[in-house]
């Protein structure tokens, strides 16, 4: 990864939907239409939860400082995040690890963890926020991401640049019994659940890596994925 690259400032097979956000004025329009329709729901999000919901904050199964250092041929070490992007985000709970594999690869895991989403701490997708700070998003789109078992789940596959650097981003939203890469659904589900099961507890894991060729990039995001995945469920409540 590149010094200095996404995790300095922002604080998951072939492709199902993928687009290049370059090339078209019909692709900006629908950028801007997404972002309308997620604030939309994202207002209705909180009034419902400010409404109905009074359910207790879901914690953690165990912190996430304890998650694994070592993960197949990658060993961890922390990447400091200062505290006021921490307030920012409004976590509970988060990881953020730099993970090299011996062979001058980096990968970047961070996860947010939000017992509770009803007073204004709700999660910020990296395709609103990266841009925010600086990030050019050049392509978007979503892969299967195939686990042992015959087991299967849908991340987002972003990649954003900056100057020279450029960084794939694979991300989803997993909690409640759920994996979800579409933030419209994630909304619904929330909104869903904070009726039926007076729970909002979410957690947010994103892996990136610098983008050295479309293909060694993903295969690097999609093998560090599947060593992540598995452990996820020792955390994250159902």
């Known amino acids: 990864m590149q010094s200095g690259g996404v995790a300095d400032e922002a604080v998951g097979c072939p492709p199902l939907s993928t687009f290049d956000l370059r090339r078209s004025t019909s692709s900006d329009r629908s950028v801007r239409t997404r972002i309308w329709i997620t604030a939309a729901l994202l207002a209705v999000a909180i009034a419902v939860l400010h409404g109905v919901s009074r359910g207790e904050r879901v914690p953690l ?49 961070y996860i947010g963890y939000y017992r509770s989403q009803r007073n204004g701490d709700v999660i910020h997708s990296p395709r609103n926020c990266l841009p925010a700070t600086g990030w050019e998003p050049l392509r978007a789109g979503r892969l299967r991401l195939d686990l042992a078992g015959g087991k299967s789940i849908v991340v987002n596959d972003y990649t954003v640049a900056k100057g020279l650097d450029r960084e794939r981003v694979f991300y989803w939203y997993q909690a409640r019994g759920r994996v979800v890469a579409s933030e419209y659904w994630g909304k619904v589900w929330l909104v869903a659940d ?3 099961r007076d729970r909002t507890d979410c957690a947010l894991v994103r892996i990136m890596t610098a983008e050295t060729g479309e293909q060694e990039s993903r295969a690097r995001l999609l093998e560090f994925a599947r060593l992540v995945y598995p452990h996820l469920g020792e955390f994250v409540p159902d």
């Not at 998650?67 to 006021?84: A, C, D, I, S």
């Not at 992007?85 to 976590?91: S, T």
């Open 61 to 109: 199964r165990q912190p996430l400082g304890v998650f694994p250092f070592r993960l197949g041929e990658w060993t961890g070490r922390q990447w400091p995040v200062e505290p006021r992007l921490l307030a920012a985000a409004g976590v509970d709970d988060s990881l953020s690890r730099y993970y090299a594999d011996g062979r001058g690869n980096l990968v970047e895991l």
């Open 194 to 196: 904070a009726i039926t």
